[in-house]
Structure formats: C-alpha cells, structure tokens
C-alpha cells in the first residue's frame, strides 16, 4: 500500500468517527459541529469568497514577512559567522531572542505600528528571522575548510568566494532552514491575526469563536493544516530532499 493510499484511508477513518461521534453526541451543535456541518459551512465561505479572501490576505503577510526574514536572517548569520566579536555579542543575543515566542512582541507592536498590518508583518518576521539567522550562520559554518582554502588558493575572495564556494556549500542547511522559518512565521501570523484583527485566516477564527461558530472555526483550522501541509510537503520537503539527492547527503 503506498503512503498516499495509507493517509487517505486514515483520514477517511477520522472522519467517520468525528461524523458517529458528532451524532451521537449530547453536545450541541455549536458545540461539536458534525464532519458534514464544517464541509457545508467551509464549502459555503468558499462559495461567497470570505475564505478565498481570507486566505489571499494572510498568504500575502505571510510571503512579505517571510522574505524579509529570510532577507535578515542571512545578512545577520553572514556577519555572525564572519567575525567572533559579532558572534559573541550579536550570536548571543540572536540565541537568547529565539527563545522568546514571537507573539510575546505584539504588545510592543502594538505601540510601535498601531493595530494594523505592520504590526502582523512585524510579528511574522520576528517569528522566522532567529531561526533563520541560527540556520543560516549554521551552514556557512559547516563549509568545508578543504573548500574555502582550496577557492583561496585559487585566488577566489570577497564576494565571489562567498557566492561560488561558501553559499553553494550551505544549501542544504539554508533549506532547513527555511523550512523551519516558514513553519515558525506561519504560527506567528495566526496568532498576531487573532490578536490584531484586520482580516485574514486567523480573523476568521477569532470571528467563529466570538460568534459562537465553532464549525466556522474548525473550518478555518483545517484550511490552515491544509495550506501547512502543502508548503511543507509539496514545497519545502521536495526541495530539501531534492537538494540531499543532488549534494550526495543522501
């Protein structure tokens, strides 16, 4: 059985049991919506174009904040590993601001940007920036010495020694990285969304959960597995298995 036939038969199975369960529960409806219930109501929000809206807004914060994450992250982990002193005090404190959740900066946005956009795009690209610049001063540190001293010798230096020998080298780490930057910004938006308003996925849940519409808010939970899974799976997974294969990693 391959492992597609073995995902769909398991989720078939899930969702037979929340479909009995649901009716045979004593809760209500609003309480515990039926499988058939969040299909309708995720097929009606997709027919109106509240979710297609919905899902447009949050990908769009998601893509700007992740780039200029992405974008820090290099710069911040390039000068990290370049100079001990930056690797001591800046590596340092980038270690110590990893630990802290991302949405613990949204008070601080607040007052910083006001309740609008810049205040989720801020948090998005706290929530990735971190990692990515641990990721990233990962990778150019694990470039082999064989490499850089054979390129030097060869006369390479400056920014042609960091785009032919010490970027190509650091490929498969970057991709980790942004693997797991990507996860930890798309969190980050959904929490700042239910915080912050201003349409969006995680608006739509905040919506469902004032209103009492619980296969509203179910239904917005599964896009956003959905959407996680795809990027995950179709996206960051093929290419880091893509980019193993071509390295020799395995």
């Given at each position: 059985?391959?492992?597609?036939?073995?995902r769909?038969?398991?989720?078939?199975?899930?969702?037979?049991?929340?479909?009995?369960?649901?009716?045979l529960?004593?809760?209500?409806?609003?309480?515990?919506?039926?499988?058939?219930?969040?299909?309708?109501?995720?097929?009606?929000?997709?027919?109106?174009?509240?979710?297609?809206t919905?899902?447009?807004?949050?990908?769009?914060?998601?893509?700007?904040?992740?780039?200029?994450?992405?974008?820090?992250g290099?710069?911040?982990?390039?000068?990290?590993?370049?100079?001990?002193?930056?690797?001591?005090?800046?590596?340092f404190?980038?270690?110590?601001?990893?630990?802290?959740?991302?949405?613990?900066?949204?008070?601080?946005?607040?007052?910083?940007?006001?309740?609008?956009?810049?205040?989720?795009?801020?948090?998005?690209?706290?929530?990735?920036?971190?990692?990515?610049?641990?990721?990233a001063?990962?990778?150019?540190?694990?470039?082999?010495?064989?490499?850089?001293?054979?390129?030097?010798?060869?006369?390479?230096?400056?920014?042609?020694?960091?785009?032919?020998?010490?970027?190509?080298?650091?490929?498969?780490?970057?991709?980790?990285?942004?693997?797991?930057?990507?996860?930890?910004?798309?969190?980050?938006?959904?929490?700042?969304?239910?915080?912050?308003?201003?349409?969006?996925?995680?608006?739509?849940?905040?919506?469902?959960?004032?209103?009492?519409?619980?296969?509203?808010?179910?239904?917005?939970?599964?896009i956003?597995?959905?959407?996680?899974?795809?990027?995950?799976?179709?996206?960051?997974?093929?290419?880091?298995?893509?980019?193993?294969?071509?390295?020799?990693?395995?």
């Open positions: 059985m391959t492992t597609f036939l073995r769909t038969l398991f989720i078939g199975i899930l969702a037979a049991i929340w479909e009995v369960t649901s009716r529960s004593s809760l209500p409806d609003f309480m515990f919506p039926s499988l058939s219930q969040v299909l309708h109501t995720l097929y009606t929000g997709i027919l109106s174009g509240q979710i297609m919905a899902i447009l807004t949050s990908m769009s914060r998601l893509l700007i904040g992740f780039t200029i994450a992405t974008i820090l290099l710069f911040l982990g390039y000068l990290i590993w370049r100079s001990e002193l930056v690797e001591d005090t800046l590596g404190l980038v270690t110590a601001l990893q630990s802290i959740p991302s949405i613990v900066w949204f008070p601080l946005a607040i007052i910083w940007f006001g309740l609008n956009d810049f205040s989720i795009l801020f948090i998005v690209t706290i929530g990735a920036t971190w990692t990515m610049t641990i990721n001063t990962s990778g150019f540190k694990n470039v082999p010495r064989l490499y850089q001293q054979v390129a030097k010798t060869l006369g390479s230096s400056g920014f042609h020694f960091l785009r032919t020998v010490i970027m190509p080298a650091s490929v498969p780490q970057l991709i980790s990285g942004l693997r797991i930057a990507w996860a930890f910004s798309w969190r980050a938006l959904m929490a700042g969304e239910l915080l912050g308003g201003g349409g969006g996925l995680g608006y739509l849940l905040e919506m469902g959960r004032s209103l009492g519409q619980m296969d509203l808010v179910i239904s917005v939970m599964i956003i597995g959905v959407i996680g899974t795809i990027m995950d799976n179709l996206v960051f997974l093929r290419l880091e298995r893509s980019v193993q294969k071509k390295w020799g990693i395995s």
